[in-house]
């Protein structure tokens, strides 16, 4: 019953796009090639601002960004679709993050994403949003990874959006962790995207308190269009996922990231690598992020786990969480330590290696690394990462339904 609502989905959504032409991968959106380009076709800025860009590179406005920390690449091609007017006031605009706190590398992303600010009234225009943004506890890390939000209306946008997120979460420290984690979200539209956004969540039956929280798992699903918004919970529901499920929210989340074709693909690699419909389900139900682990590193990490480690495809997918770890800060080192320990025969060559990969860190560190640092001092070299593995030799693991075989005392 399980396989064939996944099967289901899958096939709902091969119909859009056929699957040879999703697995063959498309090519880059070419909006996405110039960060000015996005800002000018979300509107952002006047008309007279979005004028159609200039054919050859302005070199007064190049050596200015340079001179900010900008690549010259990057200079021309901004400089192509804005014009640094007045470098005074530039240098202005400049002082005036630094006066709030922003570090040299700051005022540069600031300037690198969105150049039109430099030519902004830095008094008149850009100080009355830093000092409602500070007044929110917000820190400049916030505005310069998303500057253009200094581009929008502080009475006509900015504020009241604040204040309708403010309503929905309850507080300000709720609403800065929520923009913090996705601050691009806080550049749409109160009346075309936040208010039908949210009034969607409630008809699909969504309550307040699992609102909030959606908000804050990820506020991106604002900007989610609302004929995704209805296919997402219609397909969470073929999935066998009602709201009221622990899992609902995260996996709501998830789908509304994921394109259809995207989707379909994913599902497709799973297969590939001998996951069936019924284990993908469950997985994805206790860990939802693994649909949004990239293509290259899901690949990595099968032929880490199934090739390296001997690991059965039934055991990885019983702990979707070893697909979200990251094998060169995580999974790797622990390998290193636990390799280590084992030629030095201080735990079994034959143990039940998930569970420890999958630990805590200090529970690991203590039980593998602190406990032998004295008589095996690599073991710390080894779980920084300065020791690099190099596999376990041959040897079979224990399955993950076997008891676990701890260290020796």
Not at 84 to 98: C, E, G, N, S, Y
Not at 153 to 158: F, I
Not at 223 to 250: C, H, N, Q, W
Not at 329 to 344: F, I, Y
């Amino acid at each position: 019953m399980l396989a064939s609502r996944v099967a289901s989905i899958c096939r709902r959504r091969r119909l859009a796009i056929p699957l040879p032409q999703i697995l063959a991968g498309g090519g880059t959106n070419p909006a996405r090639s110039s960060p000015v380009a996005v800002l000018l076709s979300h509107g952002y800025y006047s008309t007279a601002a979005a004028a159609a860009p200039d054919p050859e590179p302005c070199p007064a406005t190049v050596s200015y960004l340079v001179s900010c920390g900008i690549s010259p690449a990057a200079a021309a091609a901004a400089s192509r679709y804005v014009r640094i007017r007045d470098r005074d006031r530039a240098d202005a605009v400049r002082a005036l993050l630094r006066e709030y706190g922003f570090s040299e590398a700051e005022v540069t992303r600031t300037v690198r994403q969105d150049p039109f600010l430099l030519n902004f009234d830095p008094d008149r225009i850009i100080r009355p949003k830093l000092d409602f943004f500070v007044s929110l506890g917000f820190e400049p890390r916030f505005i310069a990874a998303e500057p253009h939000i200094l581009a929008r209306s502080l009475d006509n946008h900015l504020v009241p959006c604040i204040e309708f997120l403010r309503g929905i979460l309850g507080s300000d420290d709720s609403v800065r962790t929520a923009v913090c984690r996705v601050p691009r979200a806080l550049l749409v539209d109160l009346d075309n995207n936040m208010r039908p956004a949210v009034e969607a969540f409630r008809r699909h039956g969504l309550p307040e308190e699992s609102i909030a929280k959606l908000l804050l798992i990820h506020m991106g699903v604002l900007m989610v269009p609302l004929d995704r918004i209805a296919e997402a919970f219609e397909d969470l529901k073929e999935l066998g996922l009602s709201v009221t499920d622990t899992a609902f929210l995260y996996s709501f989340r998830v789908i509304c990231s994921l394109k259809r074709e995207t989707w379909v693909r994913k599902v497709a690699l799973y297969w590939s690598f001998g996951v069936c419909e019924v284990d993908l389900l469950r997985a994805f139900k206790t860990q939802p992020t693994i649909l949004l682990v990239s293509d290259e590193s899901l690949k990595k990490k099968f032929r880490f786990y199934l090739d390296l480690l001997k690991l059965d495809i039934d055991d990885v997918m019983a702990q979707p969480m070893t697909l979200s770890l990251s094998l060169e800060k995580n999974v790797m080192p622990r390998c290193a330590v636990l390799s280590l320990l084992m030629r030095e025969g201080k735990i079994e060559r034959k143990m039940n290696l998930l569970p420890a990969l999958l630990s805590n860190s200090t529970v690991f560190s203590e039980r593998f690394v602190w406990k032998y640092a004295k008589d095996v001092p690599d073991v710390v070299k080894a779980f920084e990462g300065k020791i690099k593995f190099q596999g376990f030799g041959d040897r079979e693991f224990e399955r993950m339904s076997h008891h676990t075989t701890g260290a020796k005392s």
